[in-house]
């Protein structure tokens, strides 16, 4: 019989995790819960939560006892190692000696016992990932109690997983179906502005060439010099309908059209879902009974171009050429790359006549066709795979029809579409994180040099396409030029720039920087108008300073090396959660800012070291943003709300894990809760093994703390806060420290 004690640990356990499912469904804060609760049951000092990715491998999330490096890179296939063993089996294994185990033989070198837990979090016979848990710190073997605990909570992890993945894939493509309503809706007002000025436009000439007909057939007699005057009339007006018209189709060209596709790298395998999920194509399908069947490699080619374009292209192919099955016909899709191109094959069971190859080879202008749906369906197909730059074939093999559309593969077009995704990314971000309305990204063009603007929020589509700075023009140029920084915060004041007062732009302060990789400058940075019409400060140039150094730091990665697409992913998604949090932080606006930056000017730390601190305190608790407001509300926390507040430095961590390069910011916001007498947490750090920076934040975190509201404890004021942490320095705070605080505490 199980004893009392395991029982209620059980049970806990099961509350616990339950607790965490209605109280965030952010996959880094349950993971880290999940590990937490592992670590903590079995008296174990080292752990893991690995994952499954896109590309079949093991990674870890999120690890205790293990080094930051590795956590990034550690990457093992299935039936690797003994992660890989268990997540290929899909049984937890215990092992107390592994020198006497015959099925593993790898070194454990980072581990100071031969024992270990290793067991599959397993979800509807579908692997997640593998939770592992090493070293107790009594150095003794794992129990079978302590075992049977790891199973339990691997078991109501995948619950918590399981529902985490279906939320978050649910906001991912609320998040897409979003994007495509607005390109909808912008396309619409975009056709009826469009259709309103060539109305416009036309009208004229159209009017003055009907009147002097209208007046030609209407006259009794007209001599012949009137004659010549109205027919000179209808042929200027007719010219100028025809430069309309000519303007029309200029303005249709495929290079304006390329231009407007908003090329990311997709997963062949999401458009075959998405457009095999089209109704109207079921329909069609239906029908007639027509089958399709997919047949693709193992792991299906990424391709840059339009997601949507792209699935309309699929959708209008299948639908086009099913005019031509008959019931009970059968479709064939083939997927496949060579060193060249990807290769998508259709091929239908039936051949096709040779006229109709020959319309799908040869549809330039669809006002040139007896328009049937099927062939206006075939036309925009062909248009969708034109304005990609990629190829259509289509011929009769052995009495069936084969469409072949050949992708080329680009490195430098997939680079740029990275590129331009994590600009995005970084304007984003900083318009939030400075409440600006307008910032933009420009980069030096590679057959004129000149600045053109490649990202951008707050700025037209006009002055987007429009824009074009050389090197040493205006303020975007000197920058450029000069590879130095700008911040001004009058710019009629300013004497450097004094004429370049902007309409565009409302407000006369502003931040502008040069993008360096390998400290050459290839672009500018561009920030302005604060909504709260503020000036921008020195501590804003830093911060940008900052998030622009490590920006450049991963686009200099993608030029130098060839980064994998699980690397790429890890950075984006890393910059999106990122993103994601900083929209819901409360604590963006503080003072707590600009208290570090004072404190680190009284503490005399050199600039660098001034911009990271800085740069920490804008987010070092973003890891509470995933833990629902309910629980930061409560007026009495539980011991299940209290492990979940714990846990947000591991959060913050996690969240920048991707986009953070620097160990140094990662340790100050890990650690920024431990106490200098060695009792707070995570790890119990003592003294000056707790990172500086870290020191630092506790004292400023904790005095903001103690004056602010919270409904779980008492609202200090100014005085009586700076007298709680005098009391408590060389207890919890750095002495050192505290007295520099108090000293620039009075300003605030």
Not at 175 to 193: Q, S
Not at 690 to 712: G, N, Q
Request: proline share 3%; glycine share 4%; with cysteine.
């Amino acid at each position: 019989m199980e004893s009392p004690e395991l029982i209620e640990k059980k049970l806990s356990i099961l509350q616990e995790i339950t607790t965490a499912i209605v109280t965030t469904n952010n996959i880094s804060t349950i993971a880290n819960l999940i590990l937490e609760l592992a670590i903590n049951y079995t008296n174990a000092e080292k752990g893991s939560v690995m994952l499954l990715n896109e590309s079949g491998e093991l990674y870890i999330l999120t690890a205790r006892g293990i080094d930051i490096n590795l956590i990034n890179s550690y990457r093992i296939k299935i039936g690797e190692g003994i992660a890989g063993f268990v997540a290929k089996t899909m049984t937890p294994i215990m092992v107390e000696d592994i020198d006497k185990d015959t099925r593993f033989k790898e070194k454990r070198d980072r581990y100071k016992t031969r024992a270990f837990i290793s067991c599959p979090i397993i979800s509807r016979d579908k692997l997640l990932g593998v939770l592992n848990i090493n070293d107790k710190k009594d150095n003794m073997p794992f129990s079978e109690d302590e075992f049977d605990l790891i199973k339990i909570i691997a078991n109501q992890a995948a619950i918590a997983l399981e529902n985490a993945f279906l939320v978050s894939e649910l906001m991912s493509k609320t998040v897409e179906l979003e994007e495509i309503n607005k390109k909808l809706i912008d396309t619409d007002i975009a056709k009826t502005e469009f259709l309103t000025r060539i109305s416009h436009e036309l009208r004229t000439p159209l009017n003055s060439i009907k009147g002097a007909i209208y007046y030609l057939q209407t006259a009794d007699s007209v001599e012949r010099k009137k004659q010549k005057e109205f027919h000179e009339i209808i042929n200027v007006e007719t010219e100028k309908v025809i430069n309309i018209i000519e303007n029309l189709l200029d303005f249709l060209r495929i290079e304006d059209e390329s231009r407007l596709l908003k090329k990311s790298i997709i997963d062949l395998s999401e458009i075959i879902n998405s457009f095999l999920d089209s109704i109207t194509l079921k329909n069609i399908l239906a029908r007639k009974n027509i089958h399709i069947n997919i047949k693709k490699e193992e792991v299906a080619p990424k391709i840059i171009g339009d997601k949507i374009k792209v699935t309309q292209l699929f959708i209008n192919l299948i639908e086009g050429l099913s005019k031509f099955l008959e019931p009970n016909d059968r479709i064939d899709m083939f997927f496949y790359e060579d060193n060249k191109n990807i290769i998508v094959r259709l091929q239908l069971s039936v051949a096709l006549p040779d006229e109709i190859i020959y319309d799908i080879l040869n549809l330039k202008n669809i006002f040139q066709l007896e328009s049937s749906e099927d062939k206006l369906k075939l036309y925009l197909a062909s248009k969708i795979v034109e304005i990609h730059g990629w190829k259509l074939l289509a011929e009769n093999i052995n009495n069936s029809f084969i469409a072949t559309i050949l992708i080329p593969k680009s490195e430098k077009q997939r680079v740029e579409v990275i590129q331009d995704r994590i600009f995005q990314l970084y304007v984003d971000f900083i318009s939030e994180l400075f409440n600006a309305n307008i910032c933009s990204v420009m980069l030096s063009e590679d057959i004129t040099g000149d600045l053109i603007i490649k990202s951008a929020r707050g700025l037209s589509e006009e002055i987007i396409r429009k824009t074009r700075i050389k090197f040493g023009d205006r303020i975007a140029g000197w920058v450029a030029l000069s590879g130095e920084s700008v911040l001004v915060t009058d710019i009629n004041s300013d004497y450097r720039f004094a004429k370049e007062s902007i309409p565009q732009y409302t407000s006369r302060s502003f931040i502008s920087l040069p993008l360096k990789i390998k400290d050459r400058t290839v672009g500018v940075v561009n920030i302005t108008n604060k909504k709260d019409a503020e000036v921008f400060a020195l501590k804003d140039l830093m911060i940008a300073s900052i998030l622009t150094e490590r920006v450049s730091h991963f686009i200099e990665t993608l030029y130098t090396r060839a980064c994998t697409d699980t690397e790429i992913k890890y950075y984006i998604d890393s910059f999106e959660s990122m993103l994601k949090a900083l929209q819901r932080y409360h604590k963006k606006n503080s003072l707590l800012p600009n208290m570090m930056l004072k404190l680190m000017e009284g503490l005399n730390v050199p600039e660098k070291d001034k911009a990271i601190a800085l740069y920490v305190s804008m987010i070092y608790d973003l890891g509470l943003v995933p833990i629902y407001e309910s629980v930061l509300k409560k007026e009495n926390l539980v011991s299940s709300d209290i492990r979940m507040i714990k846990l947000h430095p591991h959060n913050t961590v996690n969240i920048i894990n991707g986009f953070e390069f620097s160990d140094e910011v990662k340790k100050a916001i890990l650690h920024h809760h431990e106490k200098y007498d060695g009792t707070g947490y995570p790890m119990g750090l003592k003294g000056k093994d707790i990172p500086f920076i870290s020191r630092a934040l506790f004292i400023i975190d904790s005095y903001c703390a103690m004056i602010s509201e919270k409904p779980y404890k008492k609202t200090y004021t100014r005085e009586e806060a700076i007298k709680e942490i005098k009391k408590k320095a060389g207890i919890w705070y750095d002495p050192d420290i505290v007295e520099a605080f108090e000293r620039i505490v009075q300003v605030f």
